[in-house]
C-alpha cells in the first residue's frame, strides 16, 4: 500500500498550466457574449485593440505585437476586411510592405470596447489593483518562459 500524502504533486488539478488554460477559455467564453453583438471573435477583438493603438501597422508589427504567426493572423485580417473593419494597403515608401488600416466603421467600434473591459472587469470579481497585480505577473511568466530553451 502506497501512501498517497508522498506522491509528488503530479496531479492536474495541482498543475499552473491546467489553471492558466483553464482561465484562458473561460475569458474567452466571457468576451463572447459581449463581442457577438459587434460581429468579433476574441482573436478579431485583440486585432482590433492593437490598431485602435496604433493605426497604420504594417502586418509583421502586428503579428510580432500579438504574438501571431503569419498563418494564423491572415485569416483573420482577411475576415475584418471582408466586414469592412480595416483595409491593407502597401507601404508607399517600401511595398514589400502591408500596411492595415481602421475604416471609419472599424475605428466607430473603439466606442463598444470599454464598455466590453468593464464588463469583464467586473465579471473578474477582482480589484483594479489585483487585476494590474496580475496582469504584470503573467507578464513576467510570460517573458521568463519565453527565456527556456
Not at 494597403?89 to 468593464?118: C, F, H, S
Request: hydrophobic content about 40%; proline content about 3%.
Amino acid at each position: 500500500m502506497t501512501d498517497e500524502a508522498s506522491k509528488p504533486a503530479v496531479r492536474l488539478d495541482q498543475q499552473l498550466c491546467f489553471a492558466l488554460y483553464g482561465a484562458a477559455h473561460a475569458f474567452t467564453r466571457a468576451y463572447k457574449p459581449l463581442l457577438d453583438p459587434l460581429g468579433l471573435t476574441y482573436p478579431q477583438y485583440i486585432v482590433m485593440m492593437a490598431l485602435w493603438e496604433k493605426d497604420g501597422t504594417t502586418v509583421k508589427a502586428l503579428g510580432t505585437q500579438l504574438g501571431l504567426d503569419s498563418g494564423t493572423l491572415s485569416p483573420l485580417l482577411r475576415r475584418l476586411e471582408l466586414a469592412s473593419r480595416i483595409a491593407k494597403r502597401r507601404d508607399e515608401t517600401d511595398e514589400r510592405q502591408v500596411r492595415i488600416y481602421l475604416t471609419a466603421e472599424g475605428r466607430a467600434m473603439e466606442a463598444a470596447a470599454e464598455k466590453i473591459m468593464l464588463s469583464i472587469g467586473r465579471a473578474t470579481g477582482c480589484k483594479m489593483s489585483e487585476m494590474v497585480d496580475l496582469r504584470d505577473r503573467l507578464h513576467l511568466l510570460k517573458d521568463n518562459l519565453e527565456k527556456v530553451e
